[in-house]
């Protein structure tokens, strides 16, 4: 789990966070949350990569 300027990213076997339909984290995809989320459910949409995860989160890859 990495986190950046206030932005956490991970994989889904990172977590035991839940999907909205209540099925686990796909462990193959990358999420993103505020640093200071700390719900059940994940707070973004899987992405397959983690600079599609960082890209969607607002901050600007480099």
């Given at each position: ?15 035991k966070q839940l999907q909205y339909d209540g099925r686990p984290a796909d ?36």
């Amino acid at each position: 789990m990495d986190q950046i300027d206030n932005v956490r990213l991970f994989r889904g076997d990172e977590t035991k966070q839940l999907q909205y339909d209540g099925r686990p984290a796909d462990p193959e995809l990358w999420y993103f949350e505020p640093a200071d989320y700390d719900g059940d459910v994940l707070w973004s949409k899987g992405y397959r990569c983690r600079a599609d995860a960082y890209h969607a989160s607002g901050l600007s890859t480099q």
